[in-house]
T-cell receptor, first 116, second 106 residues
Framework: VQLVESGGRLVQPGGSLRLSCSAS????????MSWVRQAPGKGLEWVAN????????YYVDSVRGRFTISRDNAKNSLHLQMNSLRAEDTAVYFC??????????WGQGTLATVSS | SYELTQPPSVSVSPGQTASITCSGDKLGDTYTSWYQQKPGQSPVLVIYQDTNRPSGIPERFSGSNSGNTATLTISGTQGMDEADYYCQAWDSGTAVFGGGTTLTVL
């Protein structure tokens, strides 16, 4: 199993960013997927989930309406579109596979920094 | 919103048993998972569905969950177990993490 995130960079407050995750080593379309973030020096915070075919999505309250999780099962990829970014969105964003009730495999993370 | 509470830090001597608690309302009615994170690394699942160890996780890691408290127990703690530990549960389709516990082996 391999999950490789990309797309993190420095962006100004109010800006947008699109994170991507390339999955390999397993049948991507058979799993729910998630984004989990970790602000510098802080704990883990769940951000969003998406079901196997992309028809069902869940978000933490602080990002609902600003972030959109999506997936492309043909390309084995997961995405997170982040709009109206705030300083408090600065974090390492992990792409995570969900197996039943647990997050069983994590990517290495990509750092998104929101600052002027 | 649902909250999980962990002690910020736990200290243990090498070879002794470390216990890290995670508290939440009726937590025993749902499954709890535990993750280990070492500095500069991604989290690793060490316990799932309250009591199960993934392949490759040493037998010294065990878990329990009852009432309002889930517990991660590390028996015969080793220096390599020094890390941050996070509990996690589900609440109506959303995931919740505890604040994390730093385990120090000294």
């Amino acid at each position: 199993v391999q999950l490789v995130e990309s797309g993190g960079r420095l962006v100004q407050p109010g800006g947008s960013l699109r994170l991507s995750c390339s999955a390999s080593g397993f049948t991507f379309r058979n799993y729910w997927m998630s984004w989990v973030r970790q602000a510098p020096g802080k704990g883990l915070e769940w951000v969003a989930n998406i079901n196997k075919d992309g028809s069902d999505k869940y978000y933490v309250d602080s990002v609902r309406g600003r972030f959109t999780i999506s997936r492309d099962n043909a390309k084995n990829s997961l995405h997170l579109q982040m709009n109206s970014l705030r300083a408090e969105d600065t974090a390492v964003y992990f792409c995570v596979r969900i197996e039943m009730f647990q997050f069983d495999f994590w990517g290495q993370g990509t750092l998104a920094t929101v600052s002027s | 919103s649902y909250e999980l509470t962990q002690p910020p830090s736990v200290s243990v001597s090498p070879g002794q048993t470390a216990s890290i608690t995670c508290s939440g309302d009726k937590l025993g009615d749902t499954y709890t998972s535990w993750y280990q994170q070492k500095p500069g690394q991604s989290p690793v699942l060490v316990i799932y569905q309250d009591t199960n160890r993934p392949s490759g996780i040493p037998e010294r890691f065990s878990g329990s969950n009852s009432g309002n408290t889930a517990t991660l127990t590390i028996s015969g703690t080793q220096g390599m177990d020094e890390a941050d530990y996070y509990c996690q549960a589900w609440d109506s389709g959303t995931a919740v993490f505890g604040g994390g516990t730093t385990l120090t082996v000294l």
